[in-house]
């Protein structure tokens, strides 16, 4: 069955670099995009960017452009969203979901607090 | 840029009644719409995509209409296990999400 499995949750300081993975299974790693979504406490989701595993391309969010950074691991079925230059405002659950139009299946989300 | 307007942003039903709700694009986004059902504390599930197509496994009192700038998320009888917040989402170009609609049970 199609899953994907994020990373457990992260604490930084503001100021510090955050990555997250993402590992999918069951299905064929190049055939589907993966987007990376955050959601602040009590607020909507907002897409930050997305990788194609086959080709490598990205594309990210005007607002998060600079400072994040989507990657893959072919061998490890596995991407990864890095945001750097942490501040308290992106304490958020971030998510990783699959689609190239629907997203059918998301990971389970990975909390990120950011706290001095 | 596109906007996502939805509305209401919240409302409370009481159990077998019909609920609808609304989400307008500033600009034509065609066909190029999903709605997603959160669960507090769970990634958000599809429920309907291409603005009418009913996700696998999504019961059937779940629809959804609409094209170009004005789409329809419908629960013909709402059901207990129906309460959560609704999102719409465009993909016309970056994907961009509706500011939600949280449902209550009256």
């Known amino acids: 069955q199609v899953q994907l499995v994020q990373s457990g949750a992260e604490v930084r300081k503001p100021g510090a670099s955050v990555k997250v993975s993402c590992k999918a299974s069951?299905?064929?790693?190049?055939?589907?995009?993966i987007h990376w979504v955050r959601q602040a406490p009590g607020q909507r989701l907002e897409w930050m960017g997305w990788i194609n595993p086959g080709n490598d391309n990205t594309k990210y969010s005007q607002k998060f452009q600079g400072r994040v950074t989507v990657t893959r691991d072919m061998s490890a079925s596995t991407t990864y969203m890095e945001l750097s230059s942490l501040k308290y405002e992106d304490t958020a659950i971030y998510y990783c979901a699959r689609g190239n139009r629907e997203w059918d299946y998301w990971g389970q989300g990975t909390l990120v607090t950011v706290s001095s | 840029d596109i906007q996502m307007t939805q509305s209401p942003s919240s409302l409370s039903a009481s159990v077998g009644d019909r609920v609808t709700i609304t989400c307008q694009a500033s600009?034509?986004?065609?066909?190029?719409l999903n709605w997603y059902q959160q669960k507090p504390g769970k990634a958000p599930k599809l429920l309907i995509y291409?603005?009418?197509n009913l996700a696998t496994g999504v019961p059937s009192r779940f629809s959804g209409s609409g094209s170009a700038t004005d789409f329809t998320f419908t629960i013909s009888s709402l059901q207990p296990e129906d309460i959560a917040t609704y999102y719409c989402?465009?993909?016309?170009?970056?994907?961009?999400f509706g500011g939600g609609t949280r449902v209550e049970i009256k």
């Open positions: 291409d603005a009418s």
């Open positions: 069951g299905y064929i790693f190049t055939s589907f995009v």
């Open positions: 989402q465009q993909y016309d170009n970056f994907p961009l």
């Open positions: 600009q034509d986004i065609r066909n190029y």
